[in-house]
């Protein structure tokens, strides 16, 4: 077989694969400090000496190690697999390789041919029953969203000017990392954090890094039901998961809860016309959604019409946030 682009492309799961078991191993953690022999490597992680020769060959292969005088090193592609790097792909990882989540993007093919979520064709179930009943894999899915938002938590609060708030709301908001950031610069603001209690469950420890105890609260519900009152209402990485109906749904709520000046906020990636190469990260995230839950992106007029719907007008977007594809929509209630 020819080693070709489309090849490479073929095998993506195979790289997916290596990547995974690599973190699940600890490899990335045992050479954050510096160098291994391969020996002494296989040792620390209790693996068999040839088969991690043979994955670390893999490794080396696509660029996140390299073979020094002194043994096996991280390269400055591969430190992000560990899971304290700015950035980390480690919780990611995990969970990309989690069984649940591989039998998911096999069921790619039942989801286009037949609709609904991958996933629910796979499992049984949708994605959100299924973390449900699954703590550990709870667990892991809310730190990769976590770190998911913290790519871009430092330049959403950079690209938008949170300190006139009152009172921030941020829906769905998983161990706080974007509340953080906005109470950090809203001095004067008082954060709500709504998600459920598994959702919330890590983020006071990050609320107290950012605020006293005194300026926020953390308010375990069902933004289905209702979303509490607020000047400035955040919806990261929410209306993706969802279809039109749905959506509606939780932005009827927030219309009733928000402030006749408020502003809600939508970080989500948009489709642009088109699928040029610019357009790849929000069209492979539409992707993702289609597998995991049923979901999808959006393009500008899409989002302005379900905005619409629910009793918003759109004002403004940006361009992405730093290196990601999430972009700030902004809705005043009309």
């Known amino acids: ?14 790289t997916s694969q290596i990547l995974h078991t690599a973190v699940r191993l600890g490899v990335p953690e045992a050479l954050e400090a510096g160098p291994l022999q391969a020996e002494k490597l296989a040792v620390e992680t209790s693996c068999d000496r040839a088969g991690l020769g043979r994955l670390l060959r893999a490794l080396t292969v696509l660029g996140v190690v390299e073979q020094t005088s002194d043994g096996y090193a991280l390269t400055e592609l591969g430190r992000p697999l560990c899971p304290g790097h700015p950035g980390s792909l480690h919780a990611a990882l995990l969970l990309l390789g989690d069984p649940a989540m591989w039998r998911a993007w096999g069921s790619l093919t039942d989801a286009v041919r037949s609709g609904g979520s991958a996933f629910e064709h796979a499992c049984g179930h949708p994605l959100f029953d299924h973390l449900a009943g699954d703590p550990g894999l709870s667990t892991l899915f809310n730190t990769a969203m976590g770190a998911g938002t913290g790519e871009v938590a430092g330049d959403f609060v950079r690209a938008y000017d949170v300190r006139a708030a009152r009172t921030v709301v941020d829906i769905g908001g998983g161990n706080g990392t974007l509340l953080a950031a906005v109470l950090a610069a809203a001095p004067d603001a008082h954060g709500i954090l709504l998600d459920s209690a598994e959702g919330a469950a890590r983020a006071a420890p990050t609320l107290r890094r950012a605020a006293p105890p005194k300026r926020w609260t953390i308010a375990p ?5 209702a979303v509490p009152e607020g000047d400035l209402i955040l919806l990261k990485g929410i209306l993706h998961d969802w279809d ?29 016309p088109g699928a040029g190469p610019g357009a790849a990260a929000a069209v492979m995230s539409d992707i993702a959604m289609l597998v995991l839950t ?10 302005r019409a379900l905005l619409a719907a629910s009793g918003f007008a759109l004002s ?13 929509l902004t809705a005043i209630p009309c």
């Open 221 to 225: 519900g069902d933004f289905f039901d």
């Open 244 to 272: 039109d109906r749905q959506c509606g749904t939780i932005l009827r709520n927030c219309r009733r809860a928000i402030a006749p000046d408020g502003r809600l906020l939508v970080l989500e990636p948009v489709v642009p």
């Open 294 to 303: 049923g979901g999808q992106e959006r393009t500008v007029a899409e989002y």
């Open 316 to 328: 403004a977007i940006t361009e992405p946030l730093g290196a990601t594809a999430t972009r700030i």
């Open 1 to 14: 077989m020819t080693y070709t682009p489309l090849t490479r492309m073929a095998f993506g799961y195979a």
